[in-house]
C-alpha cells in the first residue's frame, strides 16, 4: 500500500469533517477536548525488518471519545499488529491514553511513518450510533469509518509524519547486483517465486504423503499386533474367583462346584508338562506332582501335601456320595486357589 493508500480510505471522512465544522482547524486541540503530545518512535536508527513503535498520548475531556485507525499500512511499513491503547485518569474526569502502533520497516535509508488523522466525537453520539460501548474511550474504527455522518460532532486531528533511518542487512556486493529485501505483502503476496513456491508445494505434499502413508502402517501394525498371552497363574486364580463368587456350592450344587475347581486345577497343571492333562486321574496327578516337585525343572510348583487331601476329597464328591457343607467346600477350594497363588507361571 502506498503512502496515500493509508489516507485513501480516510478521504470520506476528511471531506466529512470538513464539511461539518471547518472551524476545527486541523490543529493538535479541538475546542480544549482533545489534545495529542509526545509522538515519538521507539528507535531513530532500525535495521530493516526490526520492530519499532509509534507512541501518541491523548488527553480527552469528559464526554468524548476518539476514533484510532486500526493499523499504518505503507510501502515503507507493514503493520505488526492492531494498535493499543491503555487508559489512565486524570483531574476533572479527564482521561490519558498511551497509544501504540506495532510497525516493521522495510525499505532502507531515510523513510517517515506519514501523517495520519484520528477523530473526535461526543461519546453519547459514539454510543448511540453503537460505534462504541457504555465506557469506552475508543471506538470502533470501522463503524466510524462507514457511517461518519451518524456522530456530526467528529473533529479529525492530524498526526504529523515521523522519520527514521533504516539500515542494510545487505552487504555492498548484494545491494550493487540489485538484490533488496521485500515487504510482507511481496513475500506471501502475488509477487513470490510462483516456480519455487510450486516446487515447494509438491515437496510439501509428496513429504505429507509419505508421512501419512507411514504413519498409517505404523498405526495398521499397532493395532494387528498379536494379543500377548495370558499369564495361566493369573487365568487360573480369576477363574477361581468367579466360581467362589457365583456360589454354586451355597445354592446346593456342590458337586458341580467341585467338578469346576478341579478342572481349573487340571488346566493350570497341564501347563506344566502335557502328560497331566485329563487323561490323569487325580490319583495318578497327584502322585506325579509329588515326584515331579523335587526336580530341578519343576522347582516353581509348590509343595503338593494340603493340594493331595483336597484332591481327594474332591474325587469323593465328584464320584462318591460326598456332600460336604458349603463352608467346608469353600476352604477346600480356597486350599487350591491359594496353592496356585503359591505356585509361579512356568
Not at 460501548?133 to 474504527?141: A, K, Q, S
Not at 457365583?246 to 450344587?253: K, M, Q, S
Not at 502322585?287 to 503338593?304: M, Y
Not at 464320584?319 to 458349603?326: D, K, L, T, Y
Request: hydrophobic share 45%.
Amino acid at each position: 500500500m502506498t503512502r496515500a493508500g493509508i489516507l485513501k480510505p480516510l478521504f470520506q471522512l476528511v471531506i466529512f469533517t470538513f464539511a461539518i465544522g471547518p472551524a476545527a482547524a486541523l490543529t493538535q486541540e479541538s475546542r480544549g477536548t482533545v489534545s495529542v503530545s509526545d509522538i515519538t518512535l521507539s528507535r531513530d536508527t532500525v535495521e530493516i525488518g526490526d520492530l519499532i513503535d509509534l507512541s501518541l498520548v491523548i488527553d480527552l475531556a469528559p464526554g468524548t471519545i476518539v476514533f484510532l485507525p486500526d493499523s499504518l499500512d505503507t510501502s515503507d511499513f507493514e503493520s505488526f499488529g492492531r494498535v493499543q491503547w491503555t487508559a489512565d485518569s486524570l483531574a476533572s474526569d479527564r482521561v490519558r491514553l498511551a497509544v501504540t502502533y506495532p510497525l516493521i520497516a522495510f525499505q532502507v535509508g531515510r523513510i517517515a511513518v506519514p501523517e495520519f488523522p484520528i477523530f473526535a466525537a461526543r461519546k453519547r453520539e459514539a454510543t448511540n450510533a453503537q460505534f462504541a460501548e457504555e465506557g469506552d474511550h475508543v471506538g470502533r474504527w470501522s463503524s466510524f469509518r462507514n457511517a461518519p455522518s451518524e456522530t456530526p460532532s467528529a473533529r479529525m486531528l492530524m498526526i504529523p509524519e515521523q522519520s527514521l533511518w533504516v539500515t542494510s542487512i545487505l552487504d555492498l556486493e548484494d545491494a550493487s547486483n540489485g538484490v533488496r529485501p521485500q515487504p510482507l505483502a511481496d513475500v506471501v503476496g502475488g509477487a513470490r517465486h510462483w516456480p519455487a513456491t510450486i516446487l515447494l508445494v509438491l515437496f510439501g505434499t509428496l513429504f505429507t504423503w509419505v508421512l501419512a502413508t507411514s504413519g498409517n502402517k505404523l498405526w495398521e501394525a499397532y493395532r494387528n499386533r498379536p494379543t500377548p498371552p495370558v499369564d495361566p497363574r493369573l487365568a487360573a486364580l480369576d477363574a477361581f474367583d468367579a466360581l467362589l463368587e457365583e456360589g454354586l456350592h451355597r445354592d446346593g450344587d456342590v458337586r458341580g462346584f467341585y467338578n469346576r475347581a478341579s478342572n481349573i486345577t487340571r488346566r493350570f497343571i497341564e501347563v506344566f508338562d502335557q502328560r497331566w492333562g485329563p487323561a490323569h486321574t487325580s490319583t495318578e496327578l497327584m502322585s506325579d506332582l509329588e515326584t515331579a516337585a523335587v526336580l530341578p525343572r519343576f522347582v516353581k510348583v509348590a509343595a503338593v501335601e494340603n493340594l493331595t487331601e483336597v484332591m481327594e476329597h474332591a474325587e469323593e464328591v465328584k464320584f462318591g456320595g460326598a456332600r460336604p457343607p458349603a463352608d467346608e467346600a469353600e476352604r477346600d477350594v480356597s486350599a487350591v486357589r491359594a496353592w496356585v497363588e503359591e505356585t509361579e507361571s512356568p
